[in-house]
């Protein structure tokens, strides 16, 4: 057992779209990372993601709208619905999703990480 110091963390690392492990639990990852500029679309089809955004502020668009979020705030969503990370400035970012989650979904392109570091 040990805490955790989010700061910390994010202090380990300068790329973005690159998550990080930093727990587990019930067979869900903790992940960190820090977002800049537009990710690919994609959706999970099997699985939820939450996203919190933990310093900065991002959009994350949908297909039938956009969701603003702002420093403190968390964002879940569903599985099989399709969705795009944007960050104009570089945001910070918690990701708690189940184990199994690739961070580009039903996609492989090259911000496809397969094996992610845990710090």
């Known amino acids: 057992m040990r805490k955790?110091?989010?700061?910390?963390?994010?202090?380990?690392?300068?790329?973005?779209?690159?998550?990080?492990?930093v727990g587990e639990l019930n067979g869900q990852h903790v992940k960190l990372v820090k977002l800049l500029g537009a990710f690919d679309w994609h959706h999970h089809d099997e699985e939820d993601e939450l996203f919190l955004v933990v310093k900065g502020r991002f959009r994350m668009e949908l297909r039938d709208g956009t969701i603003d979020l702002e420093e403190g705030e968390l964002f879940i969503v569903p599985r099989g619905v399709e969705h795009r990370p944007v960050a104009e400035e570089e945001a910070h970012v918690m990701l708690f999703e189940p184990a199994?989650?690739?961070?580009?979904?039903?996609?492989?392109?090259?911000k496809t990480r397969e094996r992610l570091e845990r710090i």
Do not use: C, Q, Y
């Open 4 to 21: 955790v110091n989010l700061a910390e963390k994010l202090s380990m690392f300068d790329d973005h779209w690159h998550p990080r492990i």
């Open 100 to 110: 199994s989650t690739l961070n580009t979904g039903n996609l492989r392109t090259e």
